[in-house]
């Protein structure tokens, strides 16, 4: 194995640990894409990296890491850049983000419940079609959201789970909006809620109901955002899990919590849409494990140099057995990296169905 192979008195590769996950050349990533992967890994790297323990081990939520984010014009990664965001599209964010998951998987996996409040709005909705005036209620409303993350360094989290099958698209949400006057009335909850007590403003999936009496219906999910401060808006539950530990999942019940129309991040219809013709907006949780798999084998190299801190400065490269079981890791790293690097790639509206 080239990596591990190091000043043996032949000229070898020596891994470099903060080289690309996806090298821009090799990959052909456009230039935007490769400046923008090289952004989050290089802030990753030099800040994220050192406090990922601590947050793990607290099972904390990552508030500096976002002060980071903020600070560096990241929070607005995938709003459209008409106004004032980045406009990175699905296959440059899940790029960039998987560079932040080598390095803090907390930081990555909750920053995608954030980035999909804004990819969702911004160039998924950008690609569906929309009435004229439906197109324009949402470029109203979504101004709105975006002006608070870019100013504000507002937090956006998704909370999906309800315990059933409605996150998988086969019933209706069980979290309720009743229609009121000038907004609805939600009622309803969700489990393990990533953000829970430290996003600004949940996007909760809910269904609509025109009367109490309603028969719910999955074609009417409404996409809204619900201000943490609102009045029945509560976090119950502890959290001290084995893994996800930085995510802070908790539970999120909401108890006759008045939302106004104005807080829609998707007008009335479009997510149902959006959830049946864009299938790869639910591969937003993933570059934060295809970051993972690179970091783990980037860690195994370091560990067999001996060159990993923490550890005996001993070499153990040498043996065939592991060798071989490194051998067996590259291959299968680069597997995976091709099956997604592939799926990103051909991510669009109605895909066929080998895409």
């Not at 809620?193 to 403003?201: E, F, I, K, M, P």
């Not at 049946?276 to 570059?287: D, G, I």
């Amino acid at each position: 194995m080239d990596d591990l192979r190091q000043n043996e008195g032949v000229a070898t590769h020596t891994l470099d640990r903060d080289a690309p996950i996806f090298d821009p050349v090799d990959w052909r990533l456009n230039d935007f894409e490769a400046a923008l992967c090289s952004e989050t890994r290089s802030l990753a790297a030099d800040l994220f990296a050192a406090r990922a323990s601590g947050i793990d081990r607290a099972a904390r939520f990552p508030t500096e890491n976002y002060a980071d984010l903020h600070s560096n014009d990241l929070m607005g990664i995938c709003i459209p850049s008409q106004y004032g965001g980045r406009g990175a599209d699905l296959r440059a964010y899940m790029l960039a983000a998987a560079e932040i998951g080598r390095y803090c998987g907390a930081t990555a996996l909750t920053f995608n419940m954030h980035v999909s409040s804004c990819l969702w709005t911004g160039f998924l909705a950008d690609n569906l079609p929309m009435a004229a005036e439906q197109r324009d209620s949402h470029n109203t409303m979504r101004q709105r959201h975006y002006h608070r993350i870019l100013k504000k360094g507002a937090i956006y989290a998704q909370p999906f789970s309800e315990g059933g099958d409605a996150a998988a698209g086969k019933t209706a949400f069980g979290t309720t909006a009743l229609v009121a006057n000038g907004g609805w009335i939600i009622n309803g909850q969700k489990i393990f809620a990533s953000l829970s007590g430290h996003a600004d403003y949940y996007g909760v999936l809910c269904t609509e109901l025109a009367t109490a009496d309603a028969t719910p219906s999955r074609a009417n999910t409404m996409y809204i955002a619900i201000d943490s401060r609102a009045a029945g808006v509560s976090v119950e539950g502890e959290w001290d899990p084995l893994g996800m530990r930085g995510t802070v999942s908790r539970t999120l019940v909401f108890k006759d919590v008045f939302v106004p129309f104005e807080e829609q991040l998707m007008p009335r219809g479009v997510y149902f849409n959006a959830a049946r013709q864009w299938p790869h907006m639910f591969m937003t949780l993933t570059p934060s494990y295809m970051g993972i798999a690179q970091a783990a084998y980037d860690f195994t190299i370091r560990y067999l140099r001996g060159e990993q801190a923490g550890t005996p400065a001993v070499k153990r490269r040498m043996y065939a057995t592991k060798q071989l079981a490194v051998a067996q890791m590259k291959i299968m790293l680069e597997q995976t990296k091709s099956l997604w690097f592939q799926a990103i790639t051909e991510a669009r509206p109605n895909p066929s169905k080998d895409a």
